[in-house]
Protein backbone atom coordinates (compact mmCIF):
# COMPACT_ATOMS: atom_id res chain seq x y z
CA UNK A 1 0.00 0.00 0.00
CA UNK A 2 1.48 3.05 -1.51
CA UNK A 3 0.24 5.34 2.19
CA UNK A 4 2.03 2.66 4.31
CA UNK A 5 5.69 2.22 3.87
CA UNK A 6 7.98 -0.87 5.44
CA UNK A 7 11.90 -1.87 4.90
CA UNK A 8 11.72 -5.22 3.13
CA UNK A 9 14.19 -7.07 5.08
CA UNK A 10 15.53 -7.35 8.63
CA UNK A 11 18.45 -9.98 9.59
CA UNK A 12 18.87 -10.49 13.51
CA UNK A 13 20.30 -13.33 15.62
CA UNK A 14 18.35 -15.40 17.98
CA UNK A 15 18.15 -14.05 21.46
CA UNK A 16 19.00 -10.06 20.15
CA UNK A 17 16.06 -7.83 19.74
CA UNK A 18 14.19 -6.97 16.76
CA UNK A 19 12.95 -3.87 15.97
CA UNK A 20 10.73 -3.31 12.98
CA UNK A 21 9.35 0.37 11.88
CA UNK A 22 6.71 1.92 9.57
CA UNK A 23 5.41 4.83 8.49
CA UNK A 24 1.62 6.02 7.64
CA UNK A 25 0.70 9.40 6.22
CA UNK A 26 -3.24 9.28 6.96
CA UNK A 27 -3.41 11.50 9.92
CA UNK A 28 -6.93 10.13 10.56
CA UNK A 29 -5.67 6.49 10.88
CA UNK A 30 -7.53 5.25 14.58
CA UNK A 31 -6.00 1.52 15.23
CA UNK A 32 -2.89 0.29 13.45
CA UNK A 33 -1.74 -2.99 13.82
CA UNK A 34 0.98 -5.50 12.92
CA UNK A 35 0.27 -8.91 11.30
CA UNK A 36 2.54 -11.85 10.90
CA UNK A 37 2.84 -14.43 8.44
CA UNK A 38 4.84 -17.40 8.21
CA UNK A 39 5.25 -19.27 4.78
CA UNK A 40 2.31 -20.48 2.64
CA UNK A 41 -0.45 -19.48 5.33
CA UNK A 42 -2.74 -16.77 5.76
CA UNK A 43 -1.94 -13.59 7.84
CA UNK A 44 -2.18 -13.65 11.77
CA UNK A 45 -2.89 -10.93 14.02
CA UNK A 46 -0.09 -10.16 16.26
CA UNK A 47 -1.46 -6.61 18.31
CA UNK A 48 -2.52 -3.18 17.51
CA UNK A 49 -2.40 0.02 19.49
CA UNK A 50 -5.18 2.69 19.02
CA UNK A 51 -3.81 5.78 18.28
CA UNK A 52 -4.16 7.80 21.48
CA UNK A 53 -1.68 5.71 22.92
CA UNK A 54 1.96 5.89 22.99
CA UNK A 55 3.06 2.05 23.78
CA UNK A 56 1.77 -0.73 24.26
CA UNK A 57 3.43 -4.10 25.66
CA UNK A 58 2.18 -7.79 25.25
CA UNK A 59 4.99 -10.09 26.56
CA UNK A 60 7.49 -10.24 24.38
CA UNK A 61 6.14 -7.65 21.78
CA UNK A 62 6.19 -3.33 22.22
CA UNK A 63 4.66 -1.66 20.01
CA UNK A 64 5.30 2.32 20.09
CA UNK A 65 3.37 4.98 17.91
CA UNK A 66 4.90 8.17 17.24
CA UNK A 67 1.86 10.23 16.23
CA UNK A 68 3.19 13.52 15.47
CA UNK A 69 5.83 11.43 12.79
CA UNK A 70 3.60 8.96 12.04
CA UNK A 71 6.09 6.45 12.79
CA UNK A 72 5.18 3.16 14.07
CA UNK A 73 7.56 0.50 15.19
CA UNK A 74 7.06 -3.35 16.20
CA UNK A 75 9.90 -4.31 19.16
CA UNK A 76 10.03 -7.98 19.57
CA UNK A 77 12.44 -9.20 22.82
CA UNK A 78 14.29 -12.61 22.62
CA UNK A 79 14.07 -12.91 18.81
CA UNK A 80 13.43 -16.44 18.27
CA UNK A 81 13.81 -18.88 14.86
CA UNK A 82 10.18 -19.63 15.00
CA UNK A 83 9.42 -15.39 14.85
CA UNK A 84 11.15 -15.98 11.29
CA UNK A 85 8.09 -14.15 9.06
CA UNK A 86 6.90 -11.18 7.45
CA UNK A 87 5.64 -8.60 9.17
CA UNK A 88 2.98 -6.69 8.29
CA UNK A 89 1.56 -3.32 9.37
CA UNK A 90 -1.69 -1.78 8.87
CA UNK A 91 -4.22 1.34 9.52
CA UNK A 92 -7.48 1.73 9.69
CA UNK A 93 -9.31 5.13 9.32
CA UNK A 94 -12.09 6.62 10.56
CA UNK A 95 -13.06 8.17 7.63
CA UNK A 96 -13.83 7.04 3.58
CA UNK A 97 -12.95 3.33 2.97
CA UNK A 98 -13.43 1.01 5.97
CA UNK A 99 -10.91 -1.44 5.24
CA UNK A 100 -7.16 -2.13 6.19
CA UNK A 101 -4.59 -0.21 4.45
CA UNK A 102 -1.12 -3.12 4.95
CA UNK A 103 2.51 -1.70 4.09
CA UNK A 104 4.44 -4.37 1.75
CA UNK A 105 6.02 -6.34 4.87
CA UNK A 106 9.49 -6.99 6.62
CA UNK A 107 10.57 -10.01 6.13
CA UNK A 108 12.52 -11.19 9.40
CA UNK A 109 15.04 -13.36 8.99
CA UNK A 110 16.33 -15.00 12.61
CA UNK A 111 19.77 -16.50 12.55
CA UNK A 112 20.37 -19.61 14.80
CA UNK B 1 -12.60 -24.68 13.75
CA UNK B 2 -13.93 -21.28 13.30
CA UNK B 3 -12.34 -19.14 10.69
CA UNK B 4 -12.33 -18.10 7.11
CA UNK B 5 -12.05 -20.64 4.47
CA UNK B 6 -11.40 -20.37 1.36
CA UNK B 7 -11.34 -22.30 -1.78
CA UNK B 8 -9.62 -23.84 -3.95
CA UNK B 9 -5.97 -23.31 -2.40
CA UNK B 10 -4.55 -23.69 -5.95
CA UNK B 11 -5.63 -23.11 -9.29
CA UNK B 12 -3.85 -22.78 -12.65
CA UNK B 13 -5.70 -21.21 -15.32
CA UNK B 14 -5.12 -20.29 -19.05
CA UNK B 15 -5.65 -16.73 -20.36
CA UNK B 16 -9.18 -15.72 -21.00
CA UNK B 17 -10.75 -18.56 -18.46
CA UNK B 18 -13.12 -17.70 -15.75
CA UNK B 19 -13.22 -18.60 -12.18
CA UNK B 20 -15.20 -18.40 -8.98
CA UNK B 21 -12.75 -18.28 -5.55
CA UNK B 22 -15.17 -19.15 -2.91
CA UNK B 23 -14.98 -17.49 1.12
CA UNK B 24 -16.82 -18.82 3.94
CA UNK B 25 -16.71 -17.37 7.60
CA UNK B 26 -18.74 -19.17 10.28
CA UNK B 27 -17.82 -16.21 13.30
CA UNK B 28 -20.84 -14.40 12.16
CA UNK B 29 -18.81 -11.34 10.75
CA UNK B 30 -20.39 -8.47 9.22
CA UNK B 31 -17.45 -7.47 7.00
CA UNK B 32 -15.55 -9.45 4.73
CA UNK B 33 -12.73 -8.50 1.98
CA UNK B 34 -10.75 -9.73 -0.69
CA UNK B 35 -6.84 -8.53 -1.07
CA UNK B 36 -4.18 -9.95 -3.66
CA UNK B 37 -1.28 -10.09 -2.10
CA UNK B 38 2.19 -10.35 -5.00
CA UNK B 39 5.50 -10.12 -4.11
CA UNK B 40 7.26 -6.48 -2.53
CA UNK B 41 3.79 -4.93 -2.95
CA UNK B 42 1.70 -6.17 0.46
CA UNK B 43 -1.83 -6.52 -0.04
CA UNK B 44 -4.22 -4.52 -2.29
CA UNK B 45 -8.00 -4.23 -1.32
CA UNK B 46 -9.70 -5.68 -4.39
CA UNK B 47 -13.47 -5.17 -3.08
CA UNK B 48 -15.06 -5.53 -0.15
CA UNK B 49 -18.47 -5.92 1.46
CA UNK B 50 -19.48 -3.60 5.11
CA UNK B 51 -22.51 -5.78 5.89
CA UNK B 52 -24.81 -8.63 3.92
CA UNK B 53 -25.81 -6.76 0.59
CA UNK B 54 -23.64 -4.18 0.02
CA UNK B 55 -20.40 -4.38 -2.02
CA UNK B 56 -17.45 -1.18 -2.61
CA UNK B 57 -14.41 -1.27 -5.12
CA UNK B 58 -10.83 -1.47 -3.13
CA UNK B 59 -7.71 -0.21 -5.06
CA UNK B 60 -8.09 -2.59 -7.42
CA UNK B 61 -11.25 -3.86 -8.61
CA UNK B 62 -10.52 -4.10 -12.55
CA UNK B 63 -10.95 -7.03 -13.67
CA UNK B 64 -12.87 -8.99 -11.11
CA UNK B 65 -16.18 -9.18 -9.49
CA UNK B 66 -17.99 -10.54 -6.44
CA UNK B 67 -21.62 -11.66 -4.90
CA UNK B 68 -21.98 -11.10 -1.18
CA UNK B 69 -24.12 -14.07 -1.49
CA UNK B 70 -25.11 -14.35 2.50
CA UNK B 71 -23.46 -13.58 5.50
CA UNK B 72 -21.11 -16.14 5.65
CA UNK B 73 -20.11 -16.30 1.61
CA UNK B 74 -18.27 -13.60 -0.35
CA UNK B 75 -16.99 -14.76 -3.50
CA UNK B 76 -14.49 -13.49 -6.49
CA UNK B 77 -14.67 -13.97 -10.19
CA UNK B 78 -12.46 -13.81 -12.83
CA UNK B 79 -14.29 -13.35 -16.02
CA UNK B 80 -11.41 -13.57 -18.38
CA UNK B 81 -8.27 -13.97 -16.49
CA UNK B 82 -4.89 -12.69 -17.67
CA UNK B 83 -1.17 -13.25 -16.56
CA UNK B 84 -1.42 -9.71 -14.39
CA UNK B 85 -3.76 -11.76 -11.83
CA UNK B 86 -1.18 -14.40 -11.30
CA UNK B 87 -1.76 -13.54 -7.34
CA UNK B 88 -2.35 -15.22 -3.70
CA UNK B 89 -5.63 -14.63 -3.05
CA UNK B 90 -6.63 -13.51 0.58
CA UNK B 91 -10.31 -13.77 2.04
CA UNK B 92 -10.31 -11.55 5.49
CA UNK B 93 -13.87 -11.11 7.58
CA UNK B 94 -14.26 -8.36 10.66
CA UNK B 95 -16.28 -8.50 13.44
CA UNK B 96 -17.71 -5.13 12.78
CA UNK B 97 -17.19 -2.38 10.23
CA UNK B 98 -13.91 -0.87 10.57
CA UNK B 99 -12.81 0.85 12.83
CA UNK B 100 -12.06 -1.75 15.44
CA UNK B 101 -9.55 -2.89 17.54
CA UNK B 102 -10.17 -6.77 16.15
CA UNK B 103 -8.78 -5.80 13.07
CA UNK B 104 -9.43 -8.92 10.61
CA UNK B 105 -9.62 -13.05 10.41
CA UNK B 106 -7.85 -14.02 7.16
CA UNK B 107 -8.19 -17.23 5.17
CA UNK B 108 -5.23 -18.96 4.26
CA UNK B 109 -4.91 -17.81 0.51
CA UNK B 110 -5.97 -19.48 -2.81
CA UNK B 111 -2.34 -19.01 -5.05
CA UNK B 112 -3.36 -18.58 -8.53
CA UNK B 113 -1.42 -18.95 -11.47
CA UNK B 114 -2.74 -17.73 -14.81
CA UNK B 115 -0.52 -18.95 -17.53
Known amino acids: GEDVEQSLFLSVREGDSSVINCTYTDSSSTYLYWYKQEPGAGLQLLTYIFSNMDMKQDQRLTVLLNKKDKHLSLRIADTQTGDSAIYFCAESRDTGRRALTFGSGTRLQVQP | NAGVTQTPKFQVLKTGQSMTLQCAQD?????MYWYRQDPGMGLRLIYY???????DKGEVPNGYNVSRLNKREFSLRLESAAPSQTSVYFC??????????????FGSGTRLTVV
Open chain 2, 27 to 31: MNHNS
Open chain 2, 92 to 105: ASSEVTLPTSYGYT
Open chain 2, 49 to 55: SASEGTT
